[in-house]
């Protein structure tokens, strides 16, 4: 996944935290303060929507149309990238820096995170889905409209594939915190 991972990833995690501490902190100056037991869930869900939205264009540089933000609306699209990997023999160095098996583990990973703290919150794993499908569709609209105007065009491509494979990590991530939490709570 090479260093630019770890990198993108931390400071998606240190904007994610320094968003959460400013939501809970704002809400405790409201009075509204759910207590510090929601900042797993805010920050894993708030590091999952800084990956997927940065980095932002530098204003006036963004030449529109951006090619590589066409919309991807083959489902499995993804599968092509792993197949060609493994059709080649690739070594475990080349799938790691592979960017589209690095964005598609990552964001399996990290939503399967979301569906495990979720799992804290709820017992019912439609309401996880829910979350999960919700928050992954509201991405994908973001990354589709530029976010929402802001941008003249989409700088990043709105991807089916995450649809359903963020879906799925919610979902894995619930059904694993869940299973894993039982044998301790019986």
Known sequence: MGIWVFSFAGKAILYALGASLAILLGARLIG???????????LATLTFVFMTQHPFPAPGTLDCPVASA??????????????????????????????????TV??????????????????RLALALCFGAGLTLAVELTQLTGIWGLYPCAYRHFNVDDLMLNALGVVVGFLLARGLSRPWTR
């Open 32 to 42: 509204r303060f759910p207590g510090w037991r929601v900042l797993p869930l805010l």
């Open 70 to 103: 066409a919309p991807q609306l083959r489902l499995f699209d993804f599968w092509a990238s792993f197949a060609r990997l493994y059709a080649q023999g690739a070594a475990p160095a080349e799938w790691l820096r592979n960017r589209t098996v690095a964005a």
């Open 106 to 123: 990552m964001n399996f990973l990290v939503c399967g995170v979301i569906g495990a703290v979720l799992a804290r919150y709820t017992g």
